[in-house]
């Protein structure tokens, strides 16, 4: 993304912190892309009452993006259990009406730094291979994540299932 998209971006903030009010946004966000079922977007909203009610011993973690007091995007990641700097990106999605203005890639990178502070040397990703999710796996291409894996038929007959990673430094 260039510099001139991400100059768009009025009074972008970041928060790791997680308020009630995030399940509702993270709701909201991920009904916005028309990608998830009903399903799906319960679990994204399920990881954020995890955290919410376990604190610092959930296993996932939450960057949200703030644009005029108002949650446009957020990503959900965490470490993987018996590794050693290992970490997943299970979610990351920016509102369908904030789209296209470079949020998604600031987000990542963001994202990144954070799971680098937490000494991350690995992020995992998983998307589908359905068409739709073409500009999905073509974002993370993009961000310098190299196509690990396709698991055959994972989520349903012809729809598999693509792991990306991406190496990072961590602190």
């Known amino acids: 993304m260039s510099q001139t998209a991400e100059h768009h971006i009025p009074s972008l903030t970041f928060r790791d912190t997680v308020r009630s009010s995030d399940a509702d946004a993270v709701r909201d966000i991920v009904a916005s892309t028309g ?3 009903s399903a799906e977007i319960e679990v994204a909203v399920e990881l954020v009452h995890d955290r919410l009610s376990r604190g610092e011993r959930s296993e996932y973690f939450f960057l949200f993006a703030d644009c005029d007091g108002r949650v446009v995007g957020y990503s959900c990641y965490g ?4 590794t050693v700097g ?4 299970y979610w990351i999605a920016v509102h369908e009406k904030w789209r296209g ?3 998604g890639s600031v987000l990542l990178r963001a994202t990144e730094e954070r799971i680098a502070a937490a000494g991350g040397r690995a992020i995992y990703v998983e998307t589908a291979s359905r ?3 073409d500009p999905t796996r073509r974002y993370y291409e993009n961000n310098r ?3 690990e894996a396709t698991l055959k038929d994972f989520y349903t007959p012809g729809d ?4 990306y990673s991406k190496r990072i430094r961590g602190a």
């Not at 290992?86 to 990106?89: K, M, T, V, Y």
């Not at 598999?160 to 792991?163: G, R, T």
Request: net charge positive; proline share 4%; hydrophobic share 45%.
């Open 131 to 133: 068409a739709q999710y």
């Open 86 to 89: 290992s970490f997943d990106l």
């Open 160 to 163: 598999d299932k693509v792991i």
């Open 35 to 37: 990608f998830f079922t």
């Open 101 to 103: 203005r470079g949020i």
């Open 145 to 147: 994540y190299v196509r």
């Open 79 to 82: 470490p993987i259990a018996c």
